[in-house]
């Protein structure tokens, strides 16, 4: 039997909210042919196969295709590796290195955000916009909507629609969230989805990092 980890990433900071995530710790036992159908059937945003624990080495699936790069499974990726014992100082997915750090109970990882999806970004002109939305604006297949609740504290509200890949609406967005912060040169939080709370900030060199908490929701036998 394989042991799935359940998570739910970008908490708020009482532990409610989140995204889901699958996280197989042990990769190899999961051969590449079940990987894609696997993830299809769990339906989470994202699953996560570690395929080399010492090197950080792993590959993450939508229901629908693999990615290069994705932030809330690599933040909920490192959680869990901290939490059996061995924190990652660097996650190594496709793309390319992340860095990792741990500060508290935040876990945050460094990036190119050109190394995910190619979201873009629609802003309007109140949070009552983005919540009466009924789903992605007309021509957008990929899309973060926003608007600021509090400009001056760097605080937005955002939902985030990705049916390109099979993801209707996307809880929370680490991805995006890297993209957005850089597009903007600040330091946000974002409070995406039902209730998921995202930090992010561009840094040098073109690199951004966004961080937020993870907790376990159950672990699965399969």
């Known amino acids: 039997m394989r042991e799935l980890h359940v998570l739910n990433v970008f908490c708020a900071p009482d532990g409610t909210g989140g995204n889901g995530l699958g996280v197989f710790l042990d990769g190899p036992a999961v051969p590449e042919e079940e990987r894609q159908p696997i993830a ?14 010492e090197s950080g080495e792993l590959r993450i699936f939508t229901p629908s295709e693999e990615l290069p790069l994705a932030g809330h499974p690599l933040v909920g990726s490192a959680w869990l590796m901290r939490e059996k014992g061995s924190p990652p100082d660097v996650l190594r997915p496709p793309a390319g290195e992340v ?21 873009e970004f629609v802003q309007v002109d109140s949070p009552a916009e983005v919540d009466a939305l009924k789903g992605p604006p007309e021509g957008y297949p990929m899309v973060g909507v926003w608007a600021w609740i509090d400009e001056e504290a760097g605080l937005i509200r955002e939902r985030v629609f990705v049916p390109e890949l099979a993801v209707p609406e996307d809880e929370a967005t680490g991805s ?16 995406q989805g039902e209730g998921s709370f995202l930090h992010a900030l561009p840094l040098a060199n073109g690199l951004a990092t966004v961080g937020g908490r993870v907790v376990l929701d159950e672990v699965r036998e399969r």
């Open 176 to 191: 995006a969230a890297l993209r957005l912060t850089a597009l903007l040169g600040r330091e946000i939080e974002i409070r």
């Open 40 to 53: 299809t059937e769990l339906g989470f945003a994202e699953t996560v196969y570690v395929d080399d624990p």
């Open 99 to 119: 860095p990792v750090r741990f500060e508290d109970e935040m876990v945050w990882i460094t990036a190119r955000p050109e190394w995910g999806p190619p979201f």
